[in-house]
């Protein structure tokens, strides 16, 4: 970055967009680039006058600005203050500071029409964010392979299965301040080993004598001592994140590719308090 930048880059999109506009996020974090992705900032903006700090972010401290276009990006009134800052420095520098991305055809007063860009359809999240990395002189091998963000289900419970012998074993359920960051390596077939080390988690622990999320009625309660705990097939790992909220996960399935199975592979079942409480008993197990 230059002089009294921020940020690397600041992505200005509507909601509508925002799954895709999530992943090119996550993608560019994983490289280390400095990025102003609205959800990354909910605690920096806290208390903060928001419009003055969305034109400082988009007109004064970023190296550069994708522009996430569409029909919905130009009728709201939030991306069209982020569009008028951004606009403003791109005249003000005349340079390639906004690189638009399509997702239709809808025309963007102020942007030349022959400006260069992307189309959300013709790129992938992962590419895109290969391409600002390499617009920002960042590349493509620059950083350790292993680099790359982890799987994740955003929704405040459900059931997800993946590999834990890749993304270094890590799987992230929630977002924002409902964010865990679950991390697990090899243990057998019957059981496996998870982590407080994410930075996300402040403490694990098991739910000794459940058999059901529903059963855990005092996660306050339990041991959250150790950095590792070792979780059976059938059992309850409970883990509290640095924000103070609990989320309980049971074992549903272990593969183990050093032994019988064919590959490494970890299915479980989750379930987010949302409200802050510690007790799961209205959780409805399927």
């Not at 617009?135 to 620059?142: C, D, E, R, T």
Request: a negative charge; proline letters at 5%.
């Amino acid at each position: 970055m230059h002089g009294d930048m921020k940020y690397q880059v600041a992505l200005s999109f509507a909601g509508e967009q925002r799954p895709y506009v999530e992943e090119v996020a996550h993608h560019l974090a994983a490289r280390g680039i400095a990025v102003f992705y609205d959800d990354f900032e909910r605690v920096g903006l806290w208390g903060q006058n928001l419009a003055e700090a969305f034109h400082k972010a988009f007109e004064r401290q970023s190296d550069l600005v994708v522009m996430f276009v569409s029909n919905a990006y130009i009728e709201k009134p939030w991306p069209s203050h982020e569009r008028r800052s951004a606009l403003s420095r791109m005249v003000r520098d005349r340079s390639d500071y906004v690189l638009p991305v399509r997702f239709d055809d809808t025309p963007v007063d102020g942007l030349p029409e022959d400006v260069a860009y992307q189309g959300a359809d013709q790129r992938t999240p992962a590419q895109l964010a290969a391409m600002i990395a390499e617009k920002l002189g960042i590349q493509p091998f620059q950083g350790k392979a292993s680099q790359v963000p982890p799987p994740r289900m955003t929704s405040p419970t459900g059931e997800a299965v993946f590999d834990y012998s890749s993304y270094n074993g890590r799987y992230v359920i929630g977002l924002g301040e409902l964010e865990f960051e679950t991390m697990w390596t090899k243990a057998s077939d019957t059981n496996i080993h998870v982590y407080n080390e994410p930075a996300s988690i402040n403490g694990v622990a098991l739910a000794r004598g459940c058999a059901s999320i529903s059963q855990v009625l005092n996660a306050a309660s339990l041991d959250y001592t150790s950095r590792t705990r070792t979780v059976s097939l059938g059992g309850i790992a409970v883990l509290r994140n640095t924000r103070g909220f609990y989320a309980a996960i049971h074992v549903l399935g272990i593969k183990d590719d050093s032994r019988r199975d064919d590959r490494d592979e970890l299915r479980f079942r989750y379930a987010i308090q949302a409200d802050g409480s510690d007790n799961f008993a209205e959780f409805v197990d399927n």
